[in-house]
């Protein structure tokens, strides 16, 4: 733990305005932890080249390892006050928290100084409660497992040789080449966009197989998947089990034709001459083009894309997101692996549906001598570059396009396919008689179906609530698209999104490099995205365990695992060091050397709450993310904004991380309330780290519930969730709450006692 | 002897990604961009779609990884006058403007309370004034202020140095210029928004009341020149009625040839933005094709269920406007055929992107179509990433940011 610590108050900005230094500094050398710090300053320009050294210089002479910098926020200047692995460095939030965010209570003078000096307390306490991690650094394998040998795994596969990585390359089939060997050809993947082109699927097989660094394995299955990332043990069964030892994996299993009773309403299975993209490409690659009612060459094929026939009965939003509240009881009853494909992985696909009926015209005017080509689009789905390509196929006579909404497809006496469409640019209501009519192949990931990793993670062998992107192996983060739940597995392809051979080639690299990295960063014992580089981890006192398994069970990530006694086993490397494990235990059994239960606890009870709170004033303690909140509310302190006086900031690391003890200590300590402002939740969740902020909301009704029974309102904890742009309607909350709440109850019941 | 270290062209979100996704591996990177701040285009924009979510909350990620990594480098106000050299080991000369404003500034914003001089801000694309001493927007990393001395008014310069109580005004700053070597090179410049002045016919740029899709973004954004607030720049009212115009540039052989994937998304997503400030304000949206690509359909069917958007397959051929400055439209129903005039009290254009470089020479010998996206450049030991190469969404960005880190690396660990 740091022990000789180096306090400095800045009074530049502001600060040495609106507060006198003296009382400040008093704060520290005469209070409890004065024999910690050895130094006491304050400076008037703390950034200042001339206060670093002097800090500097201070920390040589006294050997200091810890530096308390009472200044502006930890956001500002950043760079400047580093001074070593050595010395820790915590940062009082003087200027935008205090002083350009203080206002003034008339009936209770002098609150600024009262503020500040808490704020400072609690920033030395705070250090002088953490230590410097030293995380294991375990010896990692690093090979890279690359799952599906198809277009995007020949691709990682390649990448992840070309940077000189062993790879094993498992495929269930027993050739490789995936669904684009059965393509006769794509549409355009390089400039000029203009025709279709071969795949060059051969070529990357010739080029995988013939790569000294690259196993490949066909005919295999996945056994299993054991340990974490830099550690994996995996069994594959190719003509008898094989173990191997991998670094990390690329999932590029790649996708599934979707179910054709979808298809129903557009007639396939009832019209012969019906047929589905898939079906229709493997005739052009067979060489041959032929109606299944009579095996002559058609004369007009008729593509539709609109698919709004076999969707409109499915509602826009599906409720079934919030299905993950289901309590785990019911887990036994429910299938394994609840299956994800629906009729809207049809309109999923629409992008590759429109860009193949495109190129499958062009099929029909390539094979088909005079025959014509319809495309009925409800909105041709080429977005991007791919629009030069639509224009190509608009200059060719023999393809017809038009906007279409298909009402109807039926048969013909004589065979053929009569499609009945409104609001089209050939007429407000049409028939088009053709020879053979072609539907879209819905694109369905294989995780729709199938768990697929057959990970041995205790919270299951799959990724968690993939529900929420429909079967997709996606990370709902826009900015990050290969974070997932399940650290050292990035997937790429068509398991991810229903994606261009192009696009896949490129998602492949993107997630080679995401695997290397992650291997990297668990051979130095530090994590990966959101808090990438951190060296801290939690650590377990087991002794003290009672097996209750909530960290187990909440972890996002699925980092614990139970061992053969039923304790908590912690996969060091598959944790994202967020602390919902920490905030999860009853037992208070798990910490980080720089964050922990004692360290935050002894932080809050460091704010001074005055006995009569007429006279002094109430006191809520706010825990804020330090992600979004707590940016936010420096960025509200910059645009000018104030909130009430009597609120104290406690940054956590995550609302996941919050340890209901920290609020009962606070109200009984007399704390008039708690407020946790934390990210979005729900579907379209903000939170860094998924699901912190939720459960935190799910364990701030229990906690709710313990006050009601102390006969503390419940009203008392409230959670908010607030995105870093909010940064104008943060104070308003903290206002709501002061007086919709502590004006309304009073003082808490605990004060005093 | 071959360089590890990598150049990153553009410090937007694909030039970002793919510097710390190469530096997290261990490799020294320096990002060179053209801007005083990091974050390109996405620090324009108030939400991204389809999550709604603010984009600072993605690049407050990327900029606390940047600040946590010392193998990343950053330079501001910078561009790349030549590169010389080849894979492995290239020279590259940057120029860096001056910022006349020094480390020492502690965002105290005492030199902005000093000046006097006002110029438009290129960040709210002339929606607003700012000083010309000034930060460009809220969340701008790094957090230091710029002074434009160019459009100082005479003693204003030193007016604005006697109000920094830190020092940190160089009045003296000037150009620099310096060397980097490095062994590969990721160019990733971006976009920017199609000139709206060149589409005639819609009054892009002359009509007061028709803006484009950046400046409503600004608009709607909580730390833009309204605080959020939409309205109508002539008379700062709230419109009542708006209309989208898609594919303004877009789509068009004599303007953009080939669709800028974005805009369908984010008309749609703009009218999320009117719903939540004006609940009443009636939308229209004339469009070719609403390009909804993948998953986004939940978005597109969510919006459309929306009971005042009108969502109409249709062009329009021209706008012109009223005495009040309401445009007026001229519209034809692709479905119908029907001709009309519509009046609104507000017009958004759905500009399309255009490569940054576009036009311009640049620096490195590459590959570019005939709309200057780049297309090769890879065996140079040069990789496009993000909208410089085709056009893309964020999410789609930022999975190239990271294929061309993988490129860049590959190609100085194989020498």
Excluded at chain 1, 357 to 380: C, I, N, P, T, W
């Amino acid at each position: 733990m740091a022990e000789k610590l180096g306090v400095y108050i800045c009074s530049g900005c502001d600060i040495g305005k609106a507060l006198e230094m003296a009382p400040l500094m008093e704060a520290v050398t005469k209070g409890k932890l004065a024999g910690n710090c050895p130094v006491v300053k304050q400076n008037p320009v703390l950034c200042s080249p001339e206060a670093v050294a002097e800090i500097e210089a201070d920390i040589a002479a006294n050997g200091l390892d810890g530096v308390v910098v009472c200044a502006c926020s930890p956001r500002v200047k950043w760079d400047i006050f580093k001074f070593g692995q050595a010395v820790q460095v915590e940062r009082v939030n003087l200027r935008e928290q205090c002083v350009w965010s203080f206002r003034e209570d008339e009936k209770v003078p002098g609150l600024l100084p009262l503020m500040a000096k808490d704020y400072i307390k609690m920033g030395v306490m705070k250090l002088s409660k953490s230590r410097i991690p030293a995380p294991e650094v375990p010896e990692t394998f690093k090979t890279i497992m690359v799952l599906g040998g198809g277009f995007t795994g020949l691709n990682a596969a390649l990448e992840a040789a070309k940077l000189g990585r062993d790879v094993v390359l498992v495929e269930k089939a027993a050739t490789l080449g995936g669904k684009a060997a059965t393509m006769y050809k794509t549409f355009p993947m390089s400039h000029p966009y203009l025709k279709a082109e071969d795949t060059g699927v051969e070529k990357l097989i010739a080029e995988v197989t013939s790569n000294a660094k690259i196993k490949v394995m066909t005919s295999a299955e996945l056994k299993s998947v054991e340990g974490a990332p830099g550690q994996y043990n995996v069994t594959v069964s190719a003509g008898g089990e094989q173990k191997l030892e991998i670094g990390a994996i690329v999932l590029a299993t790649g996708w599934v034709p979707g179910d054709t009773g979808f298809l129903a309403p557009m007639g396939y299975g009832s019209i012969k001459n019906v047929v589905t993209a898939a079906e229709f490409e493997a005739m052009a690659k067979a060489g041959s083009i032929a109606r299944p009612s009579d095996g002559k060459a058609p004369a007009s094929v008729a593509f539709l894309t609109d698919v709004s026939l076999c969707t409109k009965a499915v509602p826009a939003e599906e409720e079934a997101v919030e299905g993950e509240a289901a309590p785990a009881a019911e887990a036994e009853e429910a299938p394994a692996y609840p299956d994800k494909e629906n009729a809207k992985h049809l309109a999923y696909s629409s992008e590759l549906t429109s860009l193949v009926a495109l190129k499958q015209a062009g099929y029909v005017r390539e094979k088909l001598g005079d025959a014509v080509a319809f495309v009925l689009y409800d909105h041709m789905m080429v977005p991007g570059i791919n629009e030069r390509y639509y224009k190509a196929a608009q200059d060719d006579a023999g393809v017809m396009l038009s906007k279409a909404t298909i009402t109807k497809v039926s048969e013909d006496a004589d065979g053929g396919v009569i499609v009945a469409a409104k609001d089209t640019l050939l007429g407000a209501d049409v028939e088009i008689k053709a020879d053979l009519v072609v539907l879209p192949t819905a694109i369905v990931p294989v995780t729709a179906h199938d768990a697929t990793m057959n990970l041995s993670y205790r919270q299951g062998p799959g990724f968690p609530e993939l529900e929420l992107f429909d079967g997709f192996v996606d990370s709902n983060y826009i900015c990050f698209p290969y974070e997932t739940r399940r650290t050292g597995v990035y997937a790429a392809g068509c398991v991810r999104q229903p994606m261009t051979l192009a696009n896949a080639k490129e998602d492949a690299a993107g997630a080679v490099l995401k695997a290397v990295q992650c291997i990297g960063s668990a051979n130095r014992g530090v994590a990966v995205h959101p808090r990438s580089g951190d060296v801290s981890y939690p650590v377990f006192n087991f002794q003290r365990c009672t097996q209750c398994k909530r960290c187990t069970e909440e972890c996002p990530f699925g980092a614990l695992d139970d061992d053969e006694k039923g304790t908590p086993k912690p996969n060091p490397t598959r944790c994202r060091r967020c602390g919902t494990c920490m905030g999860a235990c009853p037992e208070r059994v798990i910490s980080f050397d720089n964050y922990n239960i004692d360290q935050i606890g002894s932080m809050i009870k460091e704010v001074y709450v005055p006995d009569d709170m007429v006279a002094g004033g109430p006191r809520v303690i706010v825990l804020a993310c330090e992600n979004d909140a707590y940016p936010a509310l420096d960025m509200a302190a910059f645009r000018g904004k104030s909130w009430s006086p009597y609120v104290r900031f406690v940054p956590v690391r995550c609302l996941g991380s919050v340890n209901a003890i920290w609020v009962a200590d606070a109200i009984s300590k007399g704390v008039d309330g708690v407020i946790m402002l934390g990210c979005k939740y729900g579907p379209d969740y903000q939170c860094h780290f998924v699901k912190g902020s939720e459960l935190c909301s799910r364990r701030k009704t229990n906690i709710a519930e313990s006050l009601g029974r102390l006969g503390v309102e419940a009203e008392r904890v409230e959670q908010y969730e607030v995105s870093i742009d909010e940064y104008d309607k943060v104070p308003a909350i903290i206002e709501r709450f002061m007086t919709e709440v502590i004006t309304k109850f009073g003082p808490n019941p605990f004060k005093g006692y | 002897m071959s360089n590890n270290s990598i150049l990153v062209v553009g410090g937007g979100f694909a030039g970002i990604t793919a510097a710390l996704e190469a530096a997290e591996v261990g490799h020294e990177v320096y990002i060179v961009e053209t801007n005083p701040y990091l974050g390109g285009r996405v620090a324009q924009l108030n939400q991204y779609f389809p999550k709604l979510c603010p984009p600072s909350c993605g690049l407050e990620i990327q900029f606390q990884r940047i600040k946590n990594n010392p193998k990343v480098k950053f330079f501001t106000m910078s561009e790349v006058v030549s590169v010389t050299g080849g894979p492995g080991a290239f020279d590259v000369k940057i120029k860096e403007r001056p910022r006349f404003v020094n480390a020492n500034c502690t965002m105290c914003g005492e030199c902005e309370k000093a000046a006097t001089t006002t110029v438009k801000s290129e960040f709210e694309f002339g929606l607003a004034e700012r000083k010309v001493a000034y930060s460009t927007h809220l969340f701008a990393f790094p957090q230091r202020y710029v002074v434009d001395a160019a459009a100082c008014a005479p003693g204003e310069l030193d007016k604005i140095k006697d109000a920094c109580p830190y020092n940190a005004i160089e009045t003296a700053d000037a150009e620099k210029t310096f060397d980097l070597s490095v062994g590969s090179i990721v160019w990733a410049t971006g976009w920017k928004p199609y000139d709206m002045a060149k589409l005639d016919n819609l009054g892009g740029g002359k009509l007061a009341n028709v803006v484009s899709n950046m400046q409503f973004e600004r608009l709607a954004a909580p730390n833009g020149p309204t605080n959020g607030k939409i309205e109508r720049p002539s008379d700062g009212k709230a419109p009542k009625r708006i209309a989208f115009v898609q594919c303004a540039g877009s789509r068009d052989e004599n303007h953009l040839n080939y669709c800028s994937y974005i805009c369908c998304m984010a008309s749609l997503k703009h009218v999320t933005y009117i719903r939540e400030k004006l609940p009443e304000a009636q939308v229209v949206v004339y469009y070719i094709d609403l390009r909804t690509p993948g998953r986004y359909d939940n978005f597109m069917q969510k919006v459309a269920a929306d009971d005042k958007l009108t969502l109409v397959k249709g062009k329009v051929a021209k706008i012109v406007e009223c005495e009040c400055k309401s445009p007026i439209l001229t519209v034809e129903d692709a479905v119908t055929g029907i001709k009309g005039e519509e009046r609104f009290d507000m017009v958004v254009l759905a500009t399309g992107m255009q490569p940054s470089c576009a036009g311009s020479k640049l620096p490195v010998e590459l590959p570019v179509d005939d709309d200057g996206f780049i297309i090769g450049g890879a065996e140079k030991g040069v990789f496009a990433a993000g909208c410089a190469k085709l056009p893309l969404d964020v999410m789609k960005t930022a999975q190239t940011g990271t294929g061309a880190a993988l490129k860049a690396i590959q190609n100085v660990v194989g020498r």
